[in-house]
């Protein structure tokens, strides 16, 4: 998949480049990786952290951020990478398909969830992650998450934020390849609050909470979670994200 989008913006350049999650082999000639956000930053700040993506090498473009922007396979060709912030509404069932396609193609994704007090408007993903095998849902979950599985996205991560967020479930299905990667504890038992999932050349990072994005509440954002889950969903030969600072 060409990175139209790292074309159409200027061409940033970052320190290291790789297939996926193969950060230990840079290579001279990769692309700079294009990040589209669908819906708006959430309740607290994340200039930050689109700022992080574009100075570590990435464009980066925010869409989907009124109700009445269709989802169509021309809006998702022009990324490499699709990350779900604050969506403004359930996609269709005509839209949905065409999302999981793109994933299937070699897509990458990257959902958040998170306390809005309006729970329809924290489930809007469920409308796009459903062909891909899962949903959040139950009660709201605070963290922060400890109980992390061995995986690239969570490699040497001892803890990560969690404030008021939701259990990811296993819809089932062959669709996809569904891993938790993080749990907490609800009032039914430990559920996933992660999900690492694999889905014919495409990849997705599911998350059940909003605050890693957030740079205003300083120690909250997490960097080499980022860094690491960019890296495995991203399309061989995309430039790999850096940490800041």
């Known amino acids: 998949m060409t990175s139209r989008l790292g074309i159409a913006l200027l061409a940033l350049t970052a320190t290291a480049c790789g297939a996926r999650s193969e950060l230990e082999e840079p290579a001279a000639d990769c692309v700079p990786l294009g990040i589209g956000i669908f819906g708006n ?16 090498g990435a464009g980066v473009l925010r869409i989907q951020t009124t109700a009445n922007e269709p989802l169509t396979a021309t809006t998702l ?11 403004t509404r359930d996609y269709t069932a005509a839209e949905a398909p065409g999302f999981a396609d793109w994933v299937e193609a070699g897509g990458g994704v990257v959902s958040m969830s998170g306390w809005n007090n309006v ?4 489930w809007h993903p469920n409308s796009l992650l459903a062909p891909l095998g899962v949903a959040y849902g139950g009660p709201l979950l605070d963290g922060p998450v400890a109980d992390l599985v061995t995986h690239p996205i969570t490699a040497e991560l001892t803890e990560v934020v969690f404030k008021g967020g939701y259990a990811i479930s296993d819809l089932g299905g062959e669709a996809s390849a569904r891993t938790p990667i993080a749990f907490l504890p609800t009032p039914g038992g430990t559920m996933p609050v992660g999900y690492a999932i694999e889905m014919g050349s495409g990849r997705a990072f599911v998350w059940g909470d909003e ?16 860094v690491q889950g960019f890296a495995w969903i991203s399309p061989p030969k995309r430039c790999v994200l850096t940490p800041p600072g």
């Open 119 to 122: 729970l329809a408007d924290d």
């Open 41 to 56: 930053p959430g309740a607290y700040d994340g200039a930050g952290f689109e700022q992080w993506l574009r100075t570590s």
């Open 77 to 87: 060709e022009a990324f490499d990478v699709v990350v779900l912030d604050w969506l």
């Open 211 to 226: 605050w890693i994005e957030f740079t205003s509440e300083g120690a909250m954002f997490s960097p080499q979670l980022w």
